[in-house]
């Protein structure tokens, strides 16, 4: 999906929040750098992403803006994992 997808106002599902983040992550990383599920739930744990608010059944739901921060926070660090150099 593309960004364009996604309103700026929209909570987002964790699904949803993936596939935004591997959309910005493809931008600099050759398509090489994803970011998935799993991914996205870890950031939740390890205190990187908060969410908003939860849908009728219990599920975390994002927002654009503080998904943008998490995904640029380790950004750096998933580069180099996949042997892309960081400035």
């Known amino acids: 999906m593309h960004p364009k997808d996604f ?3 929209q909570l987002l599902t ?3 929040a993936a596939q935004l ?3 910005w992550r493809a931008l600099c ?3 090489t750098a994803t970011v998935t599920t799993a991914a996205i739930r ?3 744990s390890r205190g990187h992403l908060t969410p908003r608010d939860l849908d009728a059944r ?3 739901l994002y927002h654009r803006d503080d998904l943008a921060t998490a995904e640029a926070a ?3 660090s998933a580069l180099r994992l996949v042997g892309i150099p960081t400035p």
Do not use: C, M, N, Y
Request: charged share 35%; no cysteine.
């Open 7 to 9: 309103p700026d106002d």
């Open 14 to 16: 964790t699904a949803e």
């Open 21 to 23: 983040a591997t959309h």
């Open 58 to 60: 219990g599920r975390a």
């Open 74 to 76: 380790l950004r750096p």
């Open 29 to 31: 990383s050759r398509g």
């Open 42 to 44: 870890q950031w939740r």
